[in-house]
């Protein structure tokens, strides 16, 4: 499949460049999407960041070297790093001891192999989907811009949501939904199609614009609608990490790239109501 080859060619990149300089937008290139969905599809299927994966590959391969005998700051120069305290740090990270201890006869490390993404048969539990056509339409809410580095991302989000929760200002926002399109909004307005900035907003459809909100606009797309339930956040990351590593390769469609939405339906966190909305295109 065209998209297992692009993703192969994108970590052959990587491995010729473990002692060199490894860009995140030509893995992305190579991989043939945007930044924002490579790391995004890279975590779900590798079940590992694309820089936590660079870590461990680096990491295990410093570990061959330190075993050959060579010294620990030339290892970490050779690995981009220039001070050895965070070399040591994220070395014992990964082998749960120091360079220096590495050295020695004997002593146990960690081998991260090289990755190779393929199809594996699964399937074993049924997803159902909508496709629906929708027409641009407008949020109102709040945003926060997002760092570009998939790790830091993924602990902003929620950090943002507490946030705006906590607030109050989200009860502000539902006399003005949108009844077509009823729900509280979590869209990733990640692409460069739309902005170049990585922005996560959290909202409702609305045409109005209370005082204190910014407006947002989805563009039009085809979107595959997935309903699903269950605790917060595990069942919705559940769903996502089946859409890009179960759904997806065989729906005989691509990610649109163009912003996804969490939907959510209710306000319980222990069992909780909502779809996600990711946006495709036919291949």
Not at 130 to 141: I, N, R, S, T
Request: proline share 5%.
């Amino acid at each position: 499949m065209d998209w297992l080859d692009h993703f192969n060619e994108s970590i052959a990149y990587v491995e010729e460049n473990l002692d060199g300089v490894i860009e995140l937008e030509e893995a992305a290139r190579l991989a043939q999407c945007s930044s924002y969905h490579y790391q995004r599809m890279f975590s779900y299927i590798a079940g590992v960041t694309f820089a936590g994966y660079i870590r461990r590959r680096r990491m295990s391969l410093a570990g061959v070297d330190l075993q050959k005998g060579k010294k620990v700051i030339d290892v970490a120069l050779k690995y981009g790093y220039d001070s050895p305290t965070s070399f040591n740090r994220v070395f014992k990270e990964i082998h749960g001891i120091t360079p220096q201890e590495a050295k020695q006869a004997g002593v146990k490390l960690t081998s991260y192999p090289m990755l190779t993404f393929k199809i594996t048969v699964k399937g074993v539990h049924a997803m159902e989907y909508q496709l629906v056509k929708k027409e641009a339409f407008k949020v109102a809410g709040v945003g926060i811009e997002l760092d570009q580095d998939m790790e830091k991302y993924k602990k902003m989000i929620p950090e943002f949501w507490s946030k705006v929760s906590a607030s109050g200002e989200l009860q502000k926002l539902f006399p003005i939904m949108d009844q077509a399109n009823p729900g509280v909004m979590g869209i990733s307005m990640m692409t460069s199609k739309i902005q170049e900035n990585w922005e996560y907003v959290i909202g409702v459809a609305s045409d109005q614009i209370p005082a204190g909100f910014k407006q947002y606009e989805v563009p039009a797309a085809k979107w595959a609608i997935f309903s699903g339930s269950g605790p917060m956040p595990g069942a919705i990351q559940e769903m996502q990490t089946q859409i890009f590593t179960e759904w997806l390769p065989t729906s005989g469609f691509e990610y649109a790239e163009l912003p996804d939405i969490e939907l959510y339906l209710d306000a319980n966190p222990e069992d909780a109501h909502f779809q996600i909305w990711f946006p495709v295109r036919v291949k």
